[in-house]
C-alpha cells in the first residue's frame, strides 16, 4: 500500500491567514493542489493508504468534490478528503481548527450549485504508478514510522465518529436544496463532536449550551451568505467580506464564552490570535471559475 502525506505551507503575505494544505504521496512524484498550490510546504503527517483511491476521491480539478470555495469549505477539507484513505487529516495547519469548526472536517452541505457529495470511491484500490518507487511501497524516513501510534489511533478515533455522521448526512449532501433546519442541526452535531473530543473533562454542561447557542447563531449567519452568493444576490467581494466577518466574530464569541485554556483546546490558538480563511488569491481563481 502507498503512502499519502499531509503538507501544509503559511501563507505570508497576508496576515493573519490560516495554513494552506495539499497532499502528496510517498515519492512526491505526484501531488494534489486542493484548490491552491501543491510545492513548497513541510510535513505535517503520513500515513499508508490507496494512492489511486486518494486519486479518485480528489478527481480531476485536485478539489475532493469541495465545490464552492467557502462555501462547502476550503483547502484543509478537501485535503482531509484526498487523505481519507490514509485515515488521517491536516490537523496541526495554523487555523485548521477554526476551519473545522465551521465547514466541518469533510466539508459542508451547499446547495446547487454548491452541492458537494463526498464520494470516497471505497471499491477503488491499489497505487499509482508514480507514486511507487520499481513497483514497491516508498519507505518512510529515518525514523519516522508509519505504525500506528497512540496519537494517530486517537485520531483515527475521532474520525470514525465523524464519518457515521457524514454517512448520515449523505442524502442531504446529495440533495439540490436540502431543509436548513436539517443542515442546521448536522453542522452543529458535527461541532459538538468535535468540542468533546477535543475539550473532553473540560466542557461541562454550562459551556456545552454557551459553545451550542454560539454555533447555532454563526450557522445560522453562514447559511444566509452562503443563500445569498449562490443565488448571486451577493457580489464576490461582499460575500468574502461577509465571510472573514462571521469568522472573525465566530472566534471573537467562542473566546468570550470560554476560559483561555479551554479555548487553546478546541482551536490550537491562544484567545485574541484571529485567523481568516479566505485566501485572496484562491478568491480571485475560484469566483473567476463561476
Known sequence: MGTLIAMAYPTKLFANLADHTYVKCGTGARAWSCWGGKTGGAELRRGQGSTRRANAIAQPNERAGIT??????????????????????????????????????????????????????AGVSGDLPQCLVRGREVAPPRGRSLALSAEHQLDWQYLKGVLELYRGASQTFRSRSAPTAEVASFHQTLFMHMAEFRLGPLLDRPLTSKLKQVRARTEKSLLKLHTARSGDALRTREFVDGFNAETIRFQQEMASVMKPEQYQSLFDLPPGEIVLLADPRIVRKAFADR
Open 68 to 121: 464552492c470555495y467557502l462555501i462547502n469549505g476550503g483547502c484543509h477539507q478537501a485535503a482531509n478528503r484526498i487523505l481519507l484513505p490514509a485515515g488521517i487529516t491536516v490537523r496541526g495547519a495554523r487555523g485548521y481548527s477554526v476551519s473545522e469548526a465551521l465547514f466541518g472536517t469533510y466539508g459542508r452541505v451547499g446547495f446547487w450549485p454548491c452541492s458537494a457529495p463526498f464520494n470516497q470511491h
